[in-house]
């Protein structure tokens, strides 16, 4: 691997780079941290997506596209007057040195969770003791991300099962509830009734889609991830399917449900 010497002059190229793009190039000189935030975000989505794939070239492809969001924005604030690129790892710098009292002083921990906990309660300390366990997680973020990282955090500061094995009684009871209120739809003598049925029905389909985000949790899974992996799942075999009806000049929507099922379980036999 690189030495620390080509890692600087690689850090130095970049940032030449960056300010000729920026000075000479229309589309680049144009740009604000408003204009970008939406490629930002584009950004992040391929780079999960290649690490999803565990596609090594495209990882490294992405953290550059990436890292040069970084850069674009701290090269804007540095025209502003507001902040570069050094005030930027400074904070940063910071920030790590002071979350991490047993690496840079003299704390003491048994474990990563212990490590954890004590992250979140340094947290709560920043900005005078004003900053709230929840503020740290971005309301944009999307709901099953969110609820993820809201009960990590709430489990930061002991907000938590004292057994993962009683979470299960959780998830059944907030199951029951949704069903219940499915029934109730299903029982509407009226369009009213059926409306505050359906209501309540999303609402207790939240509350147990929060349980099992619960669960995964306790279980040290990340459920963004294993949801991602059925959705590419599902894409390759109805893909395989769809494909496997096209070459039998067929149209999916005049096969029967049992056709569909016979070609679907060939995409499971072979490995989709």
Request: proline fraction near 3%; charged fraction near 35%; aromatic fraction near 8%.
């Amino acid at each position: 691997m690189k030495t620390r010497e080509e890692k600087l002059e690689a850090f130095g190229r970049i940032l030449d780079v960056l300010d000729e793009v920026r000075a000479k190039c229309p589309w680049d000189s144009k740009q604000t941290t408003e204009s970008l935030r939406v490629q930002t975000i584009e950004e992040t989505y391929e780079l999960s997506d290649a690490i999803m794939n565990a596609d090594k070239p495209n990882i490294k492809k992405e953290l550059g596209d990436l890292l040069l969001h970084v850069l674009f924005y701290a090269k804007i604030g540095e025209e502003k007057q507001d902040y570069d690129i050094v005030d930027v790892i400074n904070a940063l710098c910071e920030k790590l040195i002071y979350r991490h009292p047993h690496v840079f002083g003299d704390v003491k921990v048994a474990d990563a969770d212990e490590v954890a906990r004590n992250w979140e309660m340094l947290k709560t300390k920043e900005k005078g003791g004003n900053k709230r366990v929840l503020s740290g997680v971005p309301v944009t973020l999307p709901p099953l991300l969110k609820a993820y990282r809201m009960q990590d955090k709430a489990r930061g500061v002991g907000f938590d099962w004292e057994r993962k094995e009683q979470v299960w009684d959780k998830v059944k009871e907030e199951l029951g509830e949704y069903q219940a209120e499915l029934e109730a739809m299903d029982k509407a003598d009226d369009e009213a009734e059926f409306k505050a049925a359906k209501d309540r029905a999303e609402g207790e389909l939240g509350d147990y889609l929060f349980s099992v985000v619960n669960a995964a949790r306790l279980y040290d899974l990340n459920p963004d991830t294993a949801l991602e992996r059925t959705c590419a799942k599902f894409r390759n075999r109805f893909t395989y399917l769809e494909e496997h009806t096209i070459r039998q000049g067929r149209n999916l929507t005049d096969m029967t449900l049992a056709e569909m099922d016979e070609i679907w379980d060939e995409a499971k036999a072979e490995g989709l």
